[in-house]
C-alpha cells in the first residue's frame, strides 16, 4: 500500500527567504515521487518527479526535492521564495512500475510568500 | 509538450440538466486518462481511470450511471455529469498519462469549475 503525508497544511515565508515544504511516503513498492503546484483555480503543473534516478531533482522555476529512503522523505526547498510561488502544493506518490497508473495525493500545503 | 486541455473551463447549470467535459492531450497519444475531483482546499479525489477503446473504472463511491466517462480516442476523453444536482459542484480535473512512457508522470489538464444552481 502506498500513502503520502504531508507535515504542514500550511507555511508561511516572506520573499527571498528558503522555502521547505515536507513530505513522508510510505510505500510496498520502490516509489516514484512527484510534486506538483496548484494555483488558484488552475490545474496542476508538475515541478519534479524522482523516479529512481539521482535522489536529488531539480525542478522548475528553482525547486528541488532529495528522496531520502532512510527517512522515507522527499521534502520540497527553494532557497528563495519569490511571490509567484504563492500557492497550494501536493506531493505525490505512486510505485514506479504501477501499471494502473493511479497516483496517491498528500492533502497538499498551502504557501503563503509575504512581501 | 505533453499539455492537456478542458473544455469548458467553466460551466453554470441548471438542476436535473446533463453537462459534458472534454478532456484532450494536445500534443501526444494517451492511452490512459483520470478524472478527479476537487473540493475547495482540499486534495484531488479520483473518480475513475478512463483506458482508450474500454469501459472505465470507477474508484468506490463513484456513480458510473451519474459520471459516464467515454474515451473514444487516444486524445480526447469526456466526462457527462448527468442530471445534476447542486451537490455536484466542484472543480472537475482530468489528467493523462503519456502512452509508451515507463515513468508514470501524469499531466494535468486546467481544470472545470461546475456549478449547479
Known amino acids: 500500500a502506498q500513502s503520502v503525508t504531508q507535515l504542514d497544511s500550511h507555511v508561511s515565508v516572506s520573499e527571498g527567504t528558503p522555502v521547505l515544504l515536507r513530505c513522508n511516503y510510505s510505500s510496498s513498492y520502490s516509489p516514484s515521487l512527484f510534486w506538483y503546484v496548484q494555483h488558484p483555480n488552475k490545474g496542476l503543473q508538475l515541478l519534479l518527479k524522482y523516479t529512481s534516478a539521482a535522489t536529488l531533482v531539480k525542478g522548475i522555476n528553482g525547486f528541488e526535492a532529495e528522496f531520502k529512503k532512510s527517512e522515507t522523505s522527499f521534502h520540497l526547498t527553494k532557497p528563495s521564495a519569490h511571490m509567484s510561488d504563492a500557492a497550494e502544493y501536493f506531493c505525490v506518490v505512486t510505485p514506479i512500475y504501477n501499471q494502473g497508473g493511479k497516483l496517491i495525493f498528500g492533502q497538499g500545503t498551502e504557501l503563503s510568500v509575504k512581501p | 509538450g505533453a499539455v492537456v486541455s478542458q473544455h469548458p473551463s467553466w460551466v453554470i447549470c441548471k438542476s436535473g440538466t446533463s453537462v459534458k467535459i472534454e478532456c484532450r492531450s494536445l500534443?501526444?497519444?494517451?492511452?490512459?486518462m483520470f478524472w478527479y475531483r476537487q473540493f475547495p482546499k482540499q486534495s484531488l479525489m479520483l473518480m475513475a481511470t478512463?483506458?482508450?477503446?474500454?469501459?472505465?473504472?470507477?474508484e468506490q463511491g463513484v456513480e458510473k450511471d451519474k459520471f459516464l466517462i467515454n474515451h473514444a480516442s487516444l486524445t480526447l476523453s469526456t466526462l457527462t455529469v448527468t442530471s445534476a444536482h447542486p451537490e455536484d459542484s466542484s472543480f472537475y480535473i482530468c489528467?493523462?498519462?503519456?502512452?509508451?512512457?515507463?515513468?508514470?508522470?501524469?499531466?494535468f489538464g486546467p481544470g472545470t469549475r461546475l456549478l449547479v444552481l
Open positions: 500534443d501526444f497519444q494517451a492511452t490512459t
Open positions: 478512463s483506458n482508450e477503446g474500454s469501459k472505465a473504472t470507477y
Open positions: 489528467s493523462a498519462r503519456v502512452a509508451g512512457e515507463i515513468q508514470e508522470t501524469q499531466y
